[in-house]
């Protein structure tokens, strides 16, 4: 039973706009809120925690009109915990939000095409930044799946500033299944 499997209606799903289903958008909204079972505190949790999804849809590609994507958007603001010795956010923060972001798409994804969650794990991660974003700005992250098969899955993710109207950071997540443990018997 994973920690979002109970159907947790605290999660205030009302203000998520998208087609998706509530479901997914429910647990889209738990795994970010909900604390980790197996040790505390996880690497940068408290950040996970004010992300604020705004929307979850699942849409034809463009491209390809019988393949789907998911598109998953959320926002939240610049705060200290965020911050380089420079004042702006750091790369490795953006870094971790392209990982943390762009996963919840190909779940969102993976959930409208069977109904269940596949866990996953990252192959590769490509970070291009593009302009600074400070403490206060208010950020708008765009998750867009491009693949989702058997094995590899790809996302991409835009992080904008909505308080200076420019393009913050740009990234492409590749995951793959998790390889399977080898027995010790």
Not at 49 to 70: F, Q
Not at 86 to 93: D, F, K, Q, R, S
Not at 139 to 162: C, D, F, M, Q
Request: with cysteine; net charge positive.
């Amino acid at each position: 039973m994973t920690r979002a499997s109970a159907a947790d209606s605290t999660v205030d799903i009302s203000r998520i706009a998208g087609n998706a289903s509530d479901d997914i958008k429910r647990f889209l909204g738990i795994i970010l809120t909900s604390p980790r079972k197996e040790r505390s505190p996880a690497f940068a949790e408290s950040i996970q925690r004010r992300l604020k999804v705004t929307e979850v849809s699942i849409n034809k590609k463009a491209e390809e009109e019988r393949k789907t994507e998911a598109r998953v958007v959320l926002e939240l603001e610049v705060s200290e915990d965020m911050l380089n010795g420079g004042g702006n956010i750091h790369g490795g923060c953006s870094a971790f939000l392209v990982d943390t972001c762009s996963t919840l798409a190909l779940i969102a994804l993976g959930m409208a095409n069977t109904g269940e969650f596949s866990p996953s794990v990252s192959q590769s991660l490509n970070i291009v930044y593009h302009s600074p974003a400070q403490l206060g700005d208010k950020l708008r992250l765009v998750n867009t799946t491009l693949t989702l098969g058997a094995r590899a899955h790809s996302a991409r993710t835009e992080i904008w500033t909505i308080t200076h109207h420019r393009l913050v950071v740009s990234g492409t997540h590749v995951k793959m299944a998790p390889s399977t443990p080898k027995s010790n018997l």
